[in-house]
């Protein structure tokens, strides 16, 4: 794929929103290749581990593999500057696919001896022979006492290569397309502005405004003073330039019954008070590009501006 096919940096420079570049930095395929290389003698541990017969603890073991996996391939997307999620989706499935190819070739090598061969042997020879080793489980199936126990062992290796390349192929994807700063070449620092602020209601206005002005920011974001069962948050994602990306989000107050079991998107918990939050809706902007040059400078500001608001409200 021709780096120029999706547009120049200028070009991804006059949106108002962030949006991956579609760039994938050299250092990239060297990375990767480093991942798969560590990637390797994982599988192979993770085959010895889980074979010859299942076991109570294999889930966990697949559990563990699996994360390992998406944790390479976050770390290549990240350590190899890939702003490209379709690239390293691809990749990060690749990453799982050849974990799972070097595990089935150890497992399959426990279980099915060939000749007079080791283990050892077997499993290079399967590793080099993919006819063999892809016919390898018709011949475990068929020496399986029972019809539903040789389905039992499709559907279990079935998710076992869906544990290996879907969390690696989504983890990829998704760090690809984090905030990267293209002036600097570095990727954006996400940072969580510690005030709450008035909360948003004409969102769409709101957004308009943005839009056409991100600068206006400043004066459309107003510090909370005390605690209200309506406010707005804010995350910034800094880069080491004059401009970075800003996430706006709105929250409400829920009741207790109201409070989905599985946890709150994006909300939280008052301990002290029991209170309970929940995002409202889209966020207002998400990563819209923010002109600033100093963040903290920006923050220390809005801190004034709350402590000074808290002071009067305390006076009056």
Known sequence: MKQGEHGSTHDLMRSAYFAPSLRVAPAAKYVFAAALVLTLPVAWLYAWATAPAPAMPNPLYTLGLSSWLALAANRVAA?????????????????????????????????VQLDARSAAETAVYFFLRPDVLLAAPAVIVADTPSVPGGAARIVVWLVELGACVIPSALA???????????????????????LQFHFIHDQQAV??????????????????????????????????????????????????????????????????????????????????????????????????????????????
């Open 172 to 194: 990829g994807a998704a760090r690809a397309r984090k905030p990267f700063c293209e002036q600097t070449g570095s990727w954006a620092t996400e940072f969580n502005v510690p």
């Open 79 to 111: 350590w190899g500057n890939v702003r490209h999620p379709r690239w390293m989706g691809r990749a990060g499935a690749a990453l799982g696919l050849a974990a799972w190819y070097v595990q089935w070739a150890a497992w399959a090598a426990w279980t």
């Open 207 to 316: 957004r308009r405004r943005l839009e056409r002005d991100p600068g206006a920011v400043t004066s459309l974001l107003i510090p909370h003073v005390d605690e209200a069962p309506l406010f707005a948050e804010v995350t910034m994602y800094r880069c080491r330039g004059n401009a970075s990306f800003i996430t706006i989000y709105n929250y409400e107050e829920i009741q207790p019954p109201e409070v989905p079991l599985p946890g709150l998107a994006n909300g939280g918990a008052d301990g002290d008070e029991g209170r309970c939050y929940g995002q409202i809706d889209e966020p207002v902007v998400e990563l819209l590009r923010f002109p600033v040059d100093d963040v903290d400078a920006l923050v220390r500001r809005w801190e004034r501006a709350a402590g000074a608001g808290s002071t009067s409200a305390a006076a009056g």
